[in-house]
C-alpha cells in the first residue's frame, strides 16, 4: 500500500492526553480518517440513489428464465 505524508493540527490538550495515554497518533488519525472516508461515501452513494433511486426492471426476470432449460 502507498502512503502519503500529511500534517494536521490537533488541540494542544488532546496532545498532551494521547502522550499520557501512550496512544499512536498517527495509528488514531489513520483511523478517523478512514472512518470519515467510509461514513462519506455512503452519504454520497445515498444521496446519489435518491436522485436516481433504482426502478424495477423486467429484464432481469427474463434473464433468470435464459438459464432455465
Same mark, same amino acid.
Given at each position: 500500500?502507498? #502512503? #502519503? $505524508? /500529511? /500534517?494536521? #493540527?490537533?488541540? $494542544?490538550?488532546?496532545?498532551?492526553?494521547?502522550?499520557?495515554?501512550?496512544?499512536?497518533?498517527?495509528?488514531?488519525?489513520?483511523?478517523?480518517?478512514?472512518?470519515?472516508?467510509? $461514513?462519506?461515501?455512503?452519504? #454520497?452513494? $445515498?444521496?446519489?440513489?435518491?436522485?436516481?433511486?433504482?426502478?424495477?426492471?423486467?429484464?432481469?426476470?427474463?434473464?433468470?428464465?435464459?438459464?432455465?432449460?
Amino acid at each position: 500500500m502507498a #502512503t #502519503t $505524508r /500529511t /500534517t494536521f #493540527t490537533l488541540d $494542544r490538550e488532546m496532545a498532551e492526553q494521547a502522550q499520557l495515554l501512550h496512544v499512536n497518533v498517527s495509528a488514531a488519525a489513520r483511523e478517523g480518517v478512514a472512518a470519515a472516508v467510509k $461514513r462519506a461515501l455512503g452519504e #454520497t452513494d $445515498r444521496a446519489a440513489y435518491q436522485r436516481v433511486p433504482e426502478q424495477p426492471d423486467d429484464f432481469w426476470d427474463e434473464a433468470e428464465a435464459w438459464g432455465e432449460a
